[in-house]
């Protein structure tokens, strides 16, 4: 069997060539990184369970109207999506003072904010993803005002639905992150969701007990990174209540 194309590789995900015409295959690796890479890891099974979490996330969004890059999950650790250009930036929505903003501003972490709020950072790994302001993106043309309207608009539907969605299961989405893209219909452009929608790009807590559900068990040490993916899994009935996280397959190209 011919070997796909590599498209691209980042720290969490590998890109292929799609077998249609506008689409590639998203491979999610068991890499962990932390502290811009400077923290890295091998975490059994934790690309399958970000597959699926992410189809669960994508899907959910699909059904209230919110456009993705996602086409269909392919096996446990691939799914197909939509080639898009996208916008070199990380598009934060923070609902309680957490990670940097807690540093940045001196509050203690959980303290909720008066309502959520959506920050930019550029996508650059050796400057370390720096914030940016809106005035920034505009000038250097990442994106107009109006994408930048949109991109809020868009992500606060985002924060909407998976705030709802985790709270139903007994966990407070602290903050996420999310990527966005540009796709083209004829001569119309829209922005879609891209990337991933998984606990690597969140910050979830136990509403209960505050046990961190997220990348943070692993930056900061915090026992079982899969063991806390495969809690959020099975919460969300993505996984069945008795199963342990998922095994590692061998990747066929």
């Not at 003072?97 to 050796?126: C, H, N, Q, W």
């Not at 608009?153 to 709270?167: E, I, Q, S, T, Y």
């Amino acid at each position: 069997m011919a070997r796909r194309k590599l498209v691209y590789e980042g720290k969490a995900k590998i890109l292929y060539e799609g077998t249609e015409p506008g689409t590639l295959v998203q491979y999610f690796k068991d890499d962990a990184t932390a502290f811009n890479a400077q923290k890295k890891g091998i975490i059994d099974g934790k690309g399958v369970l970000n597959n699926r979490l992410s189809e669960f996330f994508m899907l959910g969004l699909a059904r209230i109207g919110v456009p993705t890059h996602f086409i269909r999950r392919l096996n446990m650790r691939e799914q197909l999506i939509r080639q898009v250009e996208i916008i070199p930036l990380e598009v934060i929505v923070r609902n309680f003072a957490a990670g940097t903003m807690a540093k940045r501003l001196g509050m203690e972490e959980g303290t909720p904010l008066p309502r959520p709020i959506v920050e930019f950072s550029y996508k650059d790994d050796a400057l370390g993803d720096p914030l940016v302001p809106e005035e920034y993106i505009i000038a250097f043309g990442w994106a107009s005002q109006q994408d930048l309207d949109d991109i809020i608009a868009l992500a606060l539907r985002v924060n909407d639905f998976m705030a709802g969605v985790m709270h139903g299961v007994g966990i407070k989405l602290i903050d996420f992150k999310i990527e966005v893209g540009r796709v083209w219909d004829n001569d119309f452009m829209r922005l879609i969701v891209a990337d991933e929608i998984s606990p690597d790009s969140c910050r979830l807590w136990d509403i209960e007990s505050g046990r961190k559900l997220d990348k943070d068990v692993f930056r900061q040490d915090l026992g079982d990174l899969a063991d806390a993916y495969t809690e959020v899994a099975k919460r969300l009935g993505v996984l069945p209540s008795n199963a342990t996280h998922m095994p590692k397959p061998t990747l066929i190209n």
